[in-house]
């Protein structure tokens, strides 16, 4: 994403204060003003002379400010600085500069970093001030190409000490508001993966198209097997293949009209008697472990 250059200074009045919409239920959540988080005045913008040129309100040829160093992988170049006002509000990061006469709207996803940090004061003594790293890309989000930019901003001197906390606590809120788009082809596939039931070997049936794991039935209209290498479905409309009137198993069809018969001894219940004296079936009492009464 790129920041948007604007050429009129934004005014309070273009936003919704928070505290207002806190307050009351808003008619709706779309459209409308955006919603000011926190608005600085007279604040000390500042950037890496090297970066000058990807912002508007830091020309290419910007002079570096006296006395004011950066110190960037070690080596130390100037700063270039820029009196700034500052809008955190619900749509964009803005920052505009009279000098200049133009300013900045940066998207909150193109904030990759921001953090308090203790800055030294032309004074000599040291103040807390805003340092963000932002990244633009005019790619999208699948662009490794990204141009990055170290700014720097202080809050004017005459500001509470507890100015920069409340900055850094603003561009944090507004930034819970624009996650990062994600890449649908990483982890969306991995989870899609778990969301069907796969059967091992092949289905008999057909598969009706256009759907996932749909079979079509019989062709006596009939349900297919409810797993593969069942033999059906018993269901009100053929229970009476099954079960008699009073719940006993008589068998199902065999595929000619007649009843399929069942081994020796099934839906018989033998007594406990027939089990204890036999062992099992009668032709394995040995193996059987001994009852302890």
């Not at 090297?50 to 912002?55: F, R």
Request: with cysteine; glycine share 10%; hydrophobic share 30%.
């Amino acid at each position: 994403m790129l920041a948007t250059t604007i050429r009129s200074p934004p005014s309070v009045d273009d936003y919704t204060p928070l505290s207002e919409y806190q307050s009351q239920t808003p008619e709706s959540f779309s459209g409308g003003k955006p919603v000011l988080h926190f608005h600085l005045k007279g604040a000390v913008a500042s950037i890496p002379k090297s970066q000058c040129g990807t912002l508007a309100i830091f020309p290419a040829d910007s002079p570096a400010a006296e006395n004011a160093v950066a110190s960037t992988n070690g080596d130390t170049e100037g700063l270039v600085e820029q009196k700034v006002d500052v809008f955190v509000n619900s749509e964009h990061f803005t920052i505009f500069s009279e000098k200049t006469e133009s300013g900045v709207s940066i998207p909150y996803p193109s904030i990759s970093i921001h953090a308090v940090k203790q800055v030294s004061a032309r004074e000599g003594a040291s103040t807390p001030a805003i340092w963000m790293q932002l990244e633009f890309s005019d790619g999208g989000a699948d662009d490794d190409d990204f141009n990055m930019v170290e700014l720097t901003i202080v809050p004017a001197s005459g500001e509470p000490p507890q100015t920069a906390q409340q900055l850094y606590d603003a561009i944090a809120n507004c930034s819970n508001l624009h996650p990062d788009p994600t890449n649908g082809d990483e982890d969306g596939d991995e989870e899609n993966d778990y969301d069907r039931i796969v059967f091992e070997g092949n289905m008999e049936q057909e598969a009706v198209e256009g759907f996932t794991g749909v079979l079509r039935g019989t062709a006596d209209g009939g349900l297919p097997p409810p797993m593969p290498g069942s033999g059906g479905w018993i269901t009100a409309e053929n229970v009476h293949e099954y079960f008699d009137e009073d719940g006993n198993w008589i068998g199902g069809s065999n595929g000619d009209g007649e009843a399929e018969e069942l081994g020796d001894g099934a839906g018989r219940t033998r007594p406990r008697e027939e089990v204890d004296d036999d062992g099992v079936n009668g032709d394995d009492a040995e193996s059987k472990r001994p009852r302890v009464e």
